[in-house]
């Protein structure tokens, strides 16, 4: 799997560089992004921009992924998402329970609004 990584100042930066997303994919995915809920800078925001078609096990282990960051007090925010891509994923049920954003920029302003609600109420690490 192909993942371009940024880090910025609270959060991890990550485009899937592939235009589908696999079944046989998913325990690479989980693999390379649960780590990260060990560092510093815990929160990601995965960019599907090149995302072409996605399987329904890759989105289940999306979501699974996403549930784990924020029963880990981090954030998971998924963007660019292309529009056959939400589509399929609405279709399986599974759009709604996804923290998705149209543009790179909503993700950040969630990320610091979540970091900002943790710091208010206590609940960072």
Not at 51 to 80: H, K, P, R, W
Request: aromatic share 8%.
């Amino acid at each position: 799997m192909h993942l371009k990584t940024d880090t910025k100042e609270k959060f991890h930066e990550i485009k899937v560089a592939e235009t589908h997303l696999a079944a046989n994919m998913t325990a690479e995915l989980s693999s390379l992004l649960n780590p990260y809920l060990t560092n510093p800078i815990k929160n990601i925001i995965i960019q599907l921009t090149d995302v072409q078609t996605i399987d329904m096990q890759a989105a289940e282990a999306l979501v699974s992924i996403q549930q784990n960051f924020y029963d880990n007090g981090a954030s998971f925010v998924i963007c660019e998402v292309q529009p056959q891509v939400e589509a399929y994923l609405d279709e399986i049920q599974l759009l709604e329970t996804m923290n998705i954003t149209p543009t790179l920029s909503e993700a950040w302003d969630i990320v610091q609004m979540e970091e900002i609600e943790r710091e208010f109420f206590g609940e960072e690490d």
